[in-house]
């Protein structure tokens, strides 16, 4: 099994920051992908983000694109999320997965999830 723990939300104010993180523990994989999605209630799981098992891939919604960074340390088995200038429109629960092949946006490209973690901002 692969365990996916999500830790690092809060509460901030709109054009704060914010890092998520994303511990892995169990069979972890030496390829594939890890993604970063979020779920507002009402609304569809949305991709956010992901990266290649190397690091050297990276790929992210145009909703997020040039405020957040995803990276990995696979030394650490953590993969994070650092959100920069924070918007109302980001308020979710965010959630890392985790894909056995390439994967990006497609919720059905990935295999283990975790319980996720509450990012709310205000205004």
């Known amino acids: 099994q692969v365990h996916l723990v999500e830790s690092g939300g809060g509460l901030v104010q709109a054009g704060d920051s914010l890092m998520l993180s994303c511990a892995a523990s169990g069979r972890t994989f030496s390829s594939g992908n890890t993604g970063w999605f979020r779920h507002t209630p009402g609304k569809e799981r949305e991709f956010v983000a992901a990266i290649s098992w190397s690091g050297g891939s990276t790929y992210y919604a145009d909703s997020v694109k040039g405020r957040f960074t995803i990276a990995r340390d696979n030394a650490k088995d953590t993969v994070y999320l650092q959100m920069k200038r924070l918007k109302p429109e980001d308020t979710a629960v965010y959630y890392c997965?985790?894909?056995?092949?390439?994967?990006?946006?497609?919720?059905?490209?990935?295999?283990?999830w975790g319980q996720g973690t509450q990012v709310t901002v205000s205004s």
């Open positions: 997965a985790a894909s056995r092949r390439l994967a990006v946006g497609r919720l059905d490209e990935y295999q283990y």
